[in-house]
């Protein structure tokens, strides 16, 4: 299969309450774990990949994410909790773009839906209530769309991953609060079963500290449920596609080798 093909497929799903999840989307994982039950926050793992090199220089912009590389396709990650993107963050991240176009009609409809059911001052409001909002306002969750701008996705109401998390970047910075689009993957856990798949979602600035914001997994019921970035969308212009391919090469084929981190 074509990778530029297979990067779409794999990297933008997402396994939401309102939808199945695709076979295609999925990323082979392997554990050396007999039992799952007892998952911690502080995770390693193998990831078979084109350039280790590359990957490890771009997981050092996010704290809590250690690696090695063990040769030019075999990284080994360790995960500590949730990543936190740790570089000093551009006005990209509240501008209105090309992507994120959160100035368009259809788009600052659906932002001032959001205005009127809060009632508290934006420096009070609780960011979870941002992905609560994009989660019940995409109706039909769908894989149709390869990939669309922030103002279709709030005309049309629905989408995968990737859509989720355009509306979602869109309304924080429409707040004026900073945001970003990732990339990457998510690793879950669910009655002694281990899966990962691509996926996309919204690293905000909130509290001095960038966090995730996912709306498409909002309110999931996982055991154990895992970020690991892989990229951000830097180009938000016309040429974005280009900023989306880019992705490939740092996406994993395998993931081996799963344990608490603890047990190294």
Not at 28 to 45: G, Q, V
Not at 64 to 70: A, F, K
Not at 243 to 256: E, G, K, N, Q
């Amino acid at each position: 299969m074509n990778k530029f093909i297979l990067f779409f497929l794999l990297a933008f799903s997402a396994n939401t309450q309102a939808q199945s999840e695709s076979l295609l989307s999925s990323i082979p994982i392997y554990s050396s774990k007999p039992s799952l039950d007892d998952l911690t926050d502080n995770i390693s793992f193998d990831l078979h990949v084109d350039d280790a090199i590359s990957l490890k220089g771009t997981l050092s912009q996010w704290d809590n994410i250690q690696s090695e590389v063990l040769s030019d396709t075999l990284l080994k990650v360790s995960l500590n909790g949730q990543a936190h993107f740790n570089q000093i963050h551009g006005q990209q991240t509240l501008k209105d773009s090309f992507v994120i176009d959160f100035k368009e009609p259809s788009t600052q409809v659906f932002i001032q839906g959001f205005n009127n059911v809060q009632d508290t001052e934006l420096k009070d409001i609780e960011i979870e209530s941002l992905a609560n909002y994009v989660s019940e306002y995409i109706t039909e969750p769908t894989y149709i769309h390869s990939f669309n701008i922030a103002s279709r996705v709030a005309s049309q109401r629905s989408g995968d991953c990737t859509e989720y998390a355009a509306l979602t970047t869109a309304l924080t910075r429409a707040l004026g609060i900073p945001a970003r689009y990732v990339v990457g993957f998510v690793i879950y856990a669910k009655d002694n079963k281990l899966a990962a798949f691509g996926h996309a979602w919204t690293e905000v600035l909130h509290q001095q500290k960038w966090q995730i914001l996912d709306a498409a997994l909002f309110g999931n019921d996982f055991e154990q449920l895992y970020y690991i970035p892989t990229s951000a969308l830097e180009n938000e212009g016309p040429g974005y596609t280009l900023s989306l391919a880019s992705a490939i090469f740092s996406f994993p084929s395998r993931i081996d080798n799963l344990q608490n981190a603890i047990e190294q």
